[in-house]
């Protein structure tokens, strides 16, 4: 959902996003607090609901028809581009790739997963990638499935790594997350999910599991999408102020793959043998969210865990 000034259209959940990325880390509030207040004011009428482009939209009852209208004129085309024609895998691709040239400049871990033609064209198209194998000493993935980057480590093992280069918050019910756990479980590989936002709801269940994340704050564009990247920054337009444009990992990214993943996965893969059973439960959906939390607090309360995994800086704000 997004809002612009004193009559504004917002437009699919980024309203929530927006305040919760502003202000000072220790004030923020998470999406999921405002949704709720979000809804109240629609069931209100306060705030009127619409879809365009198969998207919710929002504005005040008080905007007048007129106003609402321009504001969908000029922002609908770049969010519309976002989502054209091969625009979002290669938007996919910027993170993996980020993450490929991390792996590139490490020496910690070994790696599975690569792109074979960087330098042949830019990124106007797509690259061409080798990915992991679908299984391991007798293991293996369903269909189709693969992970991002397979790592390992010398003494904790492989870990699989998945990037999502999305704007949505990843809430630990989200089917991203539960993709990456089916797959992590049926290799028996230490879950690691590399996202933009990761509220601390999804650290704090999860990582209990072993799970590691990485928050990179910023959505990555591609070079050649510069010119929209500039756009959908615009505060007038959709207000996507962490766009960053291109494949190279910052310095967060190169710390959290060159230094943090190794240290921490040895702990991780620890708390992953303990919890694997919930971990394959909640992504079957044999259980739902709100009991896969509450065995994992019991388990974690009966097995005395001591709280030095969840004040560490894995949880990178």
Same mark, same amino acid.
């Given at each position: 959902m997004r809002i612009l000034g004193r009559h504004g259209?917002?437009?699919?959940?980024? @309203?929530e996003q927006k305040i919760s990325d502003a202000g000072p880390f220790n004030q923020r509030i998470d999406p999921h607090v405002l949704t709720p207040v979000r809804n109240a004011l629609v069931k209100q009428g306060q705030i009127v609901k619409l879809y365009e482009h198969n998207a919710p939209w929002f504005h005040l009852a008080s905007t007048p028809n007129t106003t609402v209208q321009e504001r969908l004129n000029e922002q609908l085309p770049v969010f519309r581009a976002l989502q054209h024609g091969n625009t979002g895998s290669r938007v996919g691709q910027c993170l993996e790739i980020a993450i490929y040239r991390a792996l590139l400049r490490q020496n910690n871990l070994e790696y599975l997963g690569r792109f074979t033609n960087l330098d042949d064209h830019d990124d106007s198209q797509q690259y061409s990638k080798e990915e992991p194998p679908q299984s391991m000493s007798g293991r293996c993935l369903q269909g189709k499935q693969r992970l991002d980057f397979l790592v390992r480590h010398q003494e904790a093992g492989w870990a699989g790594i998945e990037a999502k280069n999305v704007r949505e918050w990843l809430y630990p019910d989200r089917e991203e997350v539960a993709e990456l756990l089916d797959k992590a479980v049926a290799l028996d590989c230490v879950p690691v999910l590399v996202g933009r936002r990761i509220p601390f709801v999804t650290f704090k269940v999860l990582s209990t599991c072993? *799970? *590691?994340?990485?928050?990179?704050? #910023?959505?990555?564009?591609?070079?050649? =999408?510069?010119?929209?990247?500039?756009?959908? &920054? %615009?505060? &007038? @337009? @959709?207000?996507?102020? =962490?766009? &960053? *444009?291109? #494949?190279?990992? %910052?310095s967060r990214l190169l710390k959290f793959i060159g230094t943090n993943l190794p240290r921490v996965m040895p702990r991780a893969r620890q708390l992953f043998e303990q919890y694997k059973d919930l971990l394959a439960d909640f992504a079957a959906k044999t259980i739902d969210y709100h009991e896969f939390a509450a065995r994992v607090r019991r388990r974690s309360q009966g097995l005395d865990e001591d709280s030095d995994w969840e004040r560490s800086e894995y949880y990178d704000e």
């Open positions: 259209i917002a437009a699919a959940r980024t @309203l072993g *799970v *590691v994340f990485h928050q990179t704050y #910023n959505q990555l564009l591609p070079e050649a =999408d510069s010119r929209l990247a500039e756009e959908a &920054r %615009d505060k &007038r @337009l @959709l207000g996507y102020h =962490d766009i &960053r *444009v291109g #494949n190279e990992p %910052d």
